[in-house]
């Protein structure tokens, strides 16, 4: 009791002093330390978020740049179609192609007899008979010159393809379809034919004459001429090539040669100038008093 009264005396004397607010003062140091902290960790939190969405921005505007990159146009694979539609040439990647790339262009039937003719000069294997090795190819033959004897070329045709698939060695196959081949005026297709006969048949005198008169049909009598003189050469005796020579220099315009070697076949066999009369070859001729003569004394006979 004695503490109260004093207490409220001294307040009404004047005397009475504020409490020292420690224990308030320590209350609000410890509060504003306390912001402090949460600020700093709010800080932290808003910077470390700032920097990871940084990184995220700058890696998709990266992959966005890539992506359009591989995208752009100049950096698309060339679409074949889109150049076959534009007209365009498809570009040439390097100097360089390499061979899976590389287009095989299939040559063409001249390209063809050209290697042909260099083998016949590196190598010339020999003839075999086939029918050992494929009994019933004779057959098949048999057929096919039945077919050409009734007209029927393309069909002839057809069926000695098909043996050349099934014997490649048929030597006969190769003159029986250079043959047709001519008679259907499809004159590259019959030199190949002619050619790889060759090869196995290198100096035969009615294969090198039919390889002249191809020539010949193609309108290269210079070529031709080479190879009757070849044909006459190994047999003297066939007349058939001297024949053609005596054509082969009426279309190069050499007449005079054209009628001493057309006399020359005349004198090993007279029906030769039935053959010449009604030749277009010749045509040129008629004028000249030697190819006349010889014209009208076949006329004369005739009657």
């Keep these: 009791m004695s503490s ?32 402090i902290v949460l600020f700093a960790a709010v800080l ?23 992506r359009t990159i591989n995208e752009s146009p100049a950096a698309k694979i060339p679409d074949v179609n889109d150049f076959i539609a534009n007209k365009s040439v498809l570009p040439v990647k390097s100097d360089t192609i390499d061979a899976k790339d590389a287009v095989t262009k299939k040559p063409s039937i001249t390209e063809q007899a050209a290697v042909a003719e260099k083998l016949t000069v590196t190598e010339q294997p020999v003839k075999k008979d086939i029918s050992t090795e494929v009994p019933y190819i004779n057959d098949l033959a048999a057929n096919a010159k039945s077919l050409s004897a009734k007209g029927n070329i393309k069909e002839a045709i057809e069926l000695y393809v098909n043996i050349l698939t099934i014997a490649p060695d048929y030597v006969d196959a190769y003159i029986d379809l250079g043959g047709l081949y001519y008679k259907a005026q499809e004159y590259e297709k019959a030199l190949l034919n002619y050619t790889k006969a060759k090869r196995y048949l290198k100096d035969d005198a009615m294969l090198l004459n039919n390889i002249g008169s191809v020539m010949l049909a193609k309108g290269e009598p210079d070529k031709a001429l080479q190879f009757f003189i070849r044909s006459q050469k190994v047999s003297e005796g066939y007349i058939e090539p001297i024949y053609n020579l005596a054509c082969a220099y009426a279309r190069m315009g050499n007449s005079k040669a054209a009628i001493t070697t057309l006399k020359d076949a005349c004198s090993r066999q007279p029906q030769v100038m039935n053959w010449a009369v009604q030749d277009p070859d010749f045509a040129c001729l008629r004028g000249y008093p030697e190819f006349d003569a010889m014209v009208e004394t076949i006329v004369r006979r005739a009657k």
């Design 4 to 35: 109260i009264y004093d207490a409220l005396k001294r307040i009404q004397e004047g005397d009475y002093k504020e409490p020292s607010p420690v224990i308030e003062q320590g209350f609000f140091t410890r509060a504003r330390i306390l912001w």
């Design 44 to 66: 932290s939190s808003v910077c470390t978020a700032a920097a990871i969405y940084g990184l995220r921005t700058v890696g998709s505007t990266d992959a966005e740049t890539a």
